[in-house]
């Protein structure tokens, strides 16, 4: 570190990240598209993709539509499946110079479970991100992560399958956030990210169907940012566990708020649709504030909300 | 694939709510093939929060390439009023472009109103000789002038709903007619427009056994294959049950998709 | 109703209104101010600021804040209180050719039946709202509307209560509105309507303090609208009571978007800020939709989506 | 109260980052009153969402009024870039004026940075043998050209934090020494401006016992009363706790205003 950079490294558990820039799962592929516009080795971190066990085509079109500073989308978690992820994806993330952690899910418990052994030994790979979002379909569709207990359950299944750090992933559509967020903590993870998108819909008035083929979808971007930072700062103040921001970050003011919070890192989604660039003009926005404010660690920020 | 800041360097009407734009990026000028689009910011507010994605439909200068549109929403309205001197955010050049490596054979261009656009790029860089351009829309109004391009109008045929310019009716009539009487050799198909208009195209080229190669739409929200918000449904041909518009097309042979489905 | 102007009457059970069109509670005030630029009268109808037994000061400031698509309040529920809502702003209501709704709240179960009973007998109020998103004091500060139980004993008492059709409005902030919804079915509840505001933060990253005093607030705006209809769509689903759709209606669209999903009537909060003709112009847009697709009468349009 | 699409007579910078915008209301013109002030919809996306607040600093020919406004953020952006031909939604004029119907009493008009808006306004219609314009800045390139509202220089003095125009200081340096050598009668002052510099106004005027009328900024929803949302503290006097800004000020007597809770 040079005597005016300001040291950006950030631990969750564990894993230690150059900076707290990650880019959210499902909004950045392997990484591979993107790598022509950005330097990878320059993130904090990629969360691929959603990885199921087996490989899923996804749901039918249309799978997105805009919304008022949002965007919702119901892509169903189209993956390529495990044994190709392993064969044809991680030989290429392994060479990148930067934090990779795989997203995984699966359609009940034994899956979660499964997915999370099939990683085992995988090098490369520096935790797990647990979406706890998908419809339980043991319990009638809701999701696992609507619901302590199961979010409780899959996180031990993971935790017990798995050879790295665990993290769970959140749902935001939930009444209280700080249960499940406890209950998780108790199971085992080493962090939680939050939030995942909320559910949304939007209808066409012309043709009077749902917008999303699959009816509802996920909100995502600008519009739920505060929703998330009330969620990250709640958490933060009911677990131990380090804890990740995500939601509606466009740029380092909005990072700095999550950390400001109390998040360890952030992950950026949609805004790497709307601006390639965003999560490195993140990362230099915070090196500027941090030497504007004369803070030489970025430490310093994280928690570091006034309240009286 | 490049993302950069271009200036525009003009942006006008050249038909009814139609507007040519040119954007200067060498970078961008140089990598462009026919068929392939690029996805523009029209604001930096975050409402509208998503690029919009426009063809290519031509280059000019070798520093600048042109997009052609239509203003349908709330991110073209913004669009056209952008003028010189401001600069749009543009990614791109993205996606898969026409494939038009089989020489010697005679290529039917069909274009169904602002499907026009990638058609445009794709007969500037064809042999004269070797293209026809046949060219739907709704009324003389809205009849691109191709020469605004740097086409001539030799090789056009132009079919409006409304019979104020050209045939009256819709541009597979047109089709329909120069096939029915086409006597030299398969000729190949490259077609952009609505879905219905689509569809018929690829019905023929089934019915003839016709080689035919389509650009769709859909909404999509990257552009460059990291989000999967852009499938279309494949045919039983291909591997994947779903293909993605930004990555494995906009431009695809009527064989990679199922028609039912879309 | 001339030839070609379309009907736009509906009906809230026993409630007629001359358009779909309401203004939503606490983004009106007594429609006082705002009737110096919008013709009350052809309004479907005005829901009054929230009302409270006693009066409440409200929150210290700031108490709002702008988010993207969206706005932050923390107002604390500031109104003047029953006794001099019914002798200073009810007569000036009562001469208003609009129906009048009433949002009423109280921080127990008995308080929210002393104001419904101190509404007994007024005159030129047609339906009172009940605003179950509230801190529960009795049961450590969650809304009465985040638990099913709750929002049935506050809808029960409420009835006991009231001499008047009784609508509920619903809090967004549930893992499962359909079990809220149910509830207040049960308990015998005339309509409901919903959504209140999504809870959300934000915070001012030079001063690293929350931008509302009160920490939190209720988002509301654009932002919300896709999870208002989503909500609205599966509580229409779920109950067989008239379901007034909130949250985020900017202008006619918006609100066809909730007509269509099953909302027998919508309201208008943020966007009344905006732009204080918006009920009106979307008034003006539904009758034009209606002449443009040949439809006589806007019921056939309620609830008209089609699925697959 | 008005709302309306009013046409933007001209829009130009008159002072580093300030700018002078008319805009054309013959309604709102006549009903403008020193110290009211207007909600503008700066843009018609929906980001940013709200109206934005500004004084009214003065009307020209009967027919426009006019805004002096500093660029700070987002909406301010985007009106700087706005111009002759465009039309904006203004909502007002809006809240309660300042109260200057006392008579034969000379008038202290104090102004910190863009605080000085209303109070240019206030200036104008009065008596220039009764008012004199105190204005602090943080240097002579922010000091706003008082001609360009139509006022002479005469009763003008001028602060700057860097000493570049006027006296090296702040205005309430200049406030003091115009206070102390003041022998003809009591004073009444009127403040617009940051709020440490309204503090100590609000300090010296306890002090002597004069009279001060302050014009306060808060964010704002609705600016007229319906949302509550632009309390401030109100002070024992009032019979209530909170005041609205927009409906019971902008202007509020000192005695009015709970100082140490603002
Ligand atoms: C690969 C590709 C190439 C395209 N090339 C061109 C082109 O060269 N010229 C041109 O004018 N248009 C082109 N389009 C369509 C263009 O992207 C849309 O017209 C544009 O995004 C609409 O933006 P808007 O904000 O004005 O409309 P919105 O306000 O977003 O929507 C208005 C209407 O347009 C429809 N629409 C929105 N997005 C799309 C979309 N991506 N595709 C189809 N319909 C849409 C909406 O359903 C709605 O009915 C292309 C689309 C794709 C996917
Ligand atoms: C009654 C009243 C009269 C005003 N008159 C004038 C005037 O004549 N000229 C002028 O330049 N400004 C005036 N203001 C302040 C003006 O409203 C804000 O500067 C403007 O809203 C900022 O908008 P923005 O989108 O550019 O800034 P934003 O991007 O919204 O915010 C940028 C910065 O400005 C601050 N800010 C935002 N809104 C306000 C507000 N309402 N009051 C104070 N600070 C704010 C934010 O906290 C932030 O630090 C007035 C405010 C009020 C309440
Ligand atoms: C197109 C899309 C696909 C997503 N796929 C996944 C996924 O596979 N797994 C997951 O945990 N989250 C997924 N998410 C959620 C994001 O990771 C993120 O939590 C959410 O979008 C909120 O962040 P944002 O507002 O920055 O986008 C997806 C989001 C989008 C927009
Ligand atoms: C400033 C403000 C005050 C509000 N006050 C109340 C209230 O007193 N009672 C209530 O039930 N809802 C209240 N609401 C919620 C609105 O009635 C409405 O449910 C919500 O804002 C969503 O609608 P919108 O997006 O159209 O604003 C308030 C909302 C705002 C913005
Ligand atoms: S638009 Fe994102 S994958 Fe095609
Ligand atoms: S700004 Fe809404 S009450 Fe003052």
């Known amino acids: 570190m040079t005597g005016d950079r300001p040291d950006l490294t950030v631990n969750i558990g564990s894993i230690e990240l150059n900076n707290p820039v990650l880019a959210a799962s499902g909004t950045f592929g392997y990484g591979e598209q993107y790598a022509e516009v950005v330097d990878l080795s320059r993130l904090g971190g990629i969360v691929v993709k959603g990885l199921s066990l087996r490989p899923r085509p996804g749901n039918p079109p249309p799978r997105i539509v805009e919304t008022p500073c949002g965007m919702l989308n119901a892509i169903g978690l189209a993956n390529m499946g495990l044994e190709e992820f392993l064969n044809e994806k991680l030989p290429w993330l392994r060479k990148l110079d930067t934090v990779v952690i795989v997203n995984i899910y699966g359609h009940n418990v034994e899956e979660y479970g499964m997915v999370a052994e099939g990683l085992r030994g995988a090098e490369g790979i520096s935790a797990l991100e647990v979406n706890v979002s998908c419809p339980n379909v043991e319990q009638g569709g809701m999701a696992f992560g609507t619901d302590p207990d199961a979010s409780a359950r899959v996180t031990e299944q993971v935790l017990k399958k798995a050879d790295k750090p665990v993290i769970v992933k959140l749902t935001p559509n939930v009444t209280d956030i700080r249960s499940v967020a406890q209950a998780v903590e108790r199971a085992g993870a080493h962090g939680i990210s939050l939030i995942n998108t909320l559910s949304g819909m939007a209808i066409d008035v012309e043709k009077r169907v749902p917008r999303l083929a699959n009816v509802s979808g996920g909100l995502s971007g600008p519009a739920i940012r505060p929703v998330a930072l009330y969620m990250v700062y709640q958490v933060v103040r009911a677990v131990n566990l380090p804890v990740i921001g995500v939601g509606g970050i466009m740029n380092y003011r909005d990072a700095l708020e999550f950390l400001i919070a109390g998040a360890r890192a952030v992950q950026v989604g949609t805004a790497n649709f709307v601006n390639p660039s965003t999560m490195l003009e993140i990362i230099e926005g915070l090196e500027r504030f941090c030497r504007a404010q004369g803070i030489i660690d970025i430490n310093e920020i994280i928690g570091s909300l006034k309240e009286d | ?262």
């Open chain 2, 1 to 262: 694939m490049i993302e950069q800041e271009a200036d525009i360097v003009f942006n006008r009407m050249i038909a009814r709510n139609t507007f040519l734009m040119a954007l200067k990026s060498p970078e961008i000028t140089s990598l462009a093939r026919p068929g392939q689009f690029v996805m523009v910011r029209v604001s930096k507010s975050a409402d509208p929060l998503l690029r919009r994605p426009f063809s290519i439909c031509g280059t000019r200068g070798g520093d600048c390439f042109m997009i052609l549109y239509r203003v349908v929403g709330v991110g073209t309205a913004i669009l056209r009023n952008a003028g010189k001197g401001d600069r749009l955010s543009v990614l791109g050049p993205l996606g898969r472009p026409f494939d038009f490596s089989e020489k010697g054979k005679t290529s039917f261009l069909v274009a169904g109103g602002i499907g026009i656009a990638p058609l445009l790029f794709l007969a500037g860089v064809m042999d004269p000789g070797e293209c026809m351009l046949l060219a739907g829309y709704g009324t003389s109004a809205e009849v691109v002038p191709v020469e605004q391009v740097g086409l001539s109008q030799e090789n056009l045929l132009i079919a409006t709903d409304d019979g104020t310019l050209g045939h009256k009716g819709v541009v597979t009539d047109l089709l329909e007619g120069q096939l029915g009487k086409w006597r030299r050799g398969r000729p190949v198909l490259f077609a952009c427009g609505p879905l219905p208009m689509l569809k018929r195209v690829a019905a023929m080229s089934f019915e003839r056994e016709l080689e035919c190669q389509v650009s769709v739409e859909t909404a999509m929200a990257c552009g460059i294959g990291a989000c999967q918000g852009c499938a279309v449904r494949a045919s039983s041909r291909e591997t994947q049950p779903y293909l993605q518009v930004c990555r494995h097309g906009p431009v695809f042979s009527i064989r990679s998709l199922d028609w039912k489905a879309l």
